[in-house]
Nanobody, 124 residues
Framework: QVQLVESGGGLVQAGGSLRLSCASPDRTFSNYHMGWFRQAPGKEREFVAAIHKSNTRTVYVDSVKGRFTISRDNAKNTVYLQMNSLKPEDTAVYYC?????????????????WGQGTQVTVSS
């Protein structure tokens, strides 16, 4: 299984920006679709964004469309989540995850490997 390490979380005011990174030391990184998920206290883990292993397609949850951008650099074994116009409701622990499904999917059950998570807190 591929190893994943997130970074880039922190505290930001509403309207601000953060960029999350998820890096892997494994050369097999480019074989995986990658997703970002988040989990707020007392809530279930929810899908945020995903990107195809070949960088040809991206998918977003409606609540972040136009504000968040997922991208990947397979040469650096890294996936990014650029988050702009942050809102207090974006506060959560953000996880990156890897999937080996044939098509790009958004349910957490389709992702077999997870990072440790990084906290994002947006103050009002």
């Amino acid at each position: 299984q591929v190893q994943l390490v997130e970074s880039g979380g922190g505290l930001v005011q509403a309207g601000g920006s953060l960029r999350l990174s998820c890096a892997s030391p494994d050369r097999t990184f480019s074989n995986y679709h990658m997703g970002w998920f988040r989990q707020a206290p007392g809530k279930e883990r929810e899908f945020v964004a995903a990107i195809h292993k070949s960088n040809t397609r991206t998918v977003y949850v409606d609540s972040v469309k136009g504000r968040f951008t997922i991208s990947r650099d397979n040469a650096k074994n890294t996936v990014y989540l650029q988050m702009n116009s942050l809102k207090p409701e974006d506060t959560a622990v953000y996880y990156c995850a890897a999937s080996t499904t044939i098509v790009l999917l958004t349910s957490p059950i389709n992702y077999s490997t997870w990072g440790q998570g990084t906290q994002v807190t947006v103050s009002s």
